[in-house]
């Protein structure tokens, strides 16, 4: 049996953002967490029955504690894109609330057992080179290979924005991005750490298009893209759903389109596809829990798109779609 060392991450809200995180931690597969919330224990308080003639004050504490939704994640390579993942969940939410005028409090992250600092460093141990699909060879900069057996490298240091390539939602995009790349326009929506848009290029594309709403991915991704050599690319932030002269401004018929997002963003993003995509495009959409499959799978039906292969992996599915 393999031990394996957890880390605690505490993440502080307040009472309205305890649903939609919850809703979020769901949506990239966290589904085991933990809710503090003052609140449950003061209706407890005002409904107790019987007699209580005494209530312990560390649980009387509980009452002025500030809401907050704790998970667990391993330290190990899914770990770090877990977290990489639940980042990225974190600031979306944070967005929609700035954007809605809604508080969602702190929404900060705290881990526990390990310093932020260390984490930082310590995952790169598990980042090792790894093949995927038939053509390509992932790895981290600081890793040399001698021997590639005949595959393209691609060289990736995704930083704190998700995308290594381990994590099964990004293997499965990159998986089915190799049948669609060569010779095509690709705009990767949700881009992180720029891998799906390396990998097309690398996979032979023509024109890369990536867009993140985090200003660091977008930084992060322009390095990777750097460390690979890459020119014939455009990486942007900016949200499409929020903000339509943003959104009008990356209308160019691509090719292909990858989204590896999670379930909610693919459905909200759906309706915009069509705007973005060559009459004989296809649309990659990852991300997606299987317990979520069949609602992206409708919403893209109900939109007039054909689903024409799909793939699963470790309770992930990603599909191609054609108009």
């Not at 060879?137 to 057996?149: A, R």
């Not at 915009?272 to 979520?292: C, N, Q």
């Not at 470790?314 to 108009?323: H, I, S």
Request: glycine share 10%; aromatic share 8%.
């Amino acid at each position: 049996m393999i031990d394996i060392n957890w880390v605690e991450a505490l993440i502080t809200t307040n009472a309205a953002g305890i649903e939609p995180l919850c809703g979020r931690l769901l949506n990239i597969g966290i589904n085991g967490f933990v809710i503090s919330d003052p609140e449950d224990f003061n209706d407890l308080l005002l409904h107790k029955t019987g007699n209580w003639d005494y209530i312990d004050d560390e649980l009387m504490s509980l009452r002025d504690k500030t809401p907050s939704v704790t998970v667990y994640i391993a330290e190990n390579e899914q770990g770090n894109e877990t977290l990489a993942m639940l980042r990225d969940q974190i600031e979306s939410l944070r967005r929609y609330g700035i954007e809605n005028s809604i508080d969602f409090g702190e929404l900060s992250i705290n881990l526990k057992n390990i310093r932020e600092e260390d984490w930082a460093d310590n995952w790169k141990q598990y980042f090792k080179p790894f093949i995927c699909g038939e053509k390509l060879l992932i790895k981290p900069s600081w890793d040399d290979i001698t021997d590639t057996g005949g595959r393209t490298v691609l060289e990736i240091d995704p930083g704190s924005s998700f995308g290594t390539g381990q994590h099964h939602t990004t293997k499965l995009c990159l998986e089915l991005l190799e049948g669609y790349a060569e010779g095509s326009k690709v705009l990767d929506l949700g881009c992180g750490s720029g891998i799906l848009g390396i990998a097309a290029l690398l996979l032979g594309a023509a024109y890369v298009c990536g867009v993140d709403v985090e200003e660091n991915s977008v930084k992060t991704a322009r390095e990777n893209f750097a460390k690979n050599k890459l020119k014939t690319f455009d990486i942007y932030c900016g949200n499409i759903i929020t903000d339509e002269t943003f959104a009008n401004k990356l209308k160019n018929g691509y090719d292909v389109l990858t989204v590896n997002i999670v379930a909610d963003v693919i459905i909200a993003m759906s309706p915009l596809f069509g705007e973005y995509l060559a009459e004989t495009g296809r649309i990659i959409v990852s991300g997606i829990i299987k317990e979520r499959a069949e609602e992206v799978y409708s919403a893209m039906e109900k939109l007039g798109y054909k689903r024409i292969s799909e793939a699963e992996s470790g309770g992930w599915v990603a599909a191609v779609y054609k108009r």
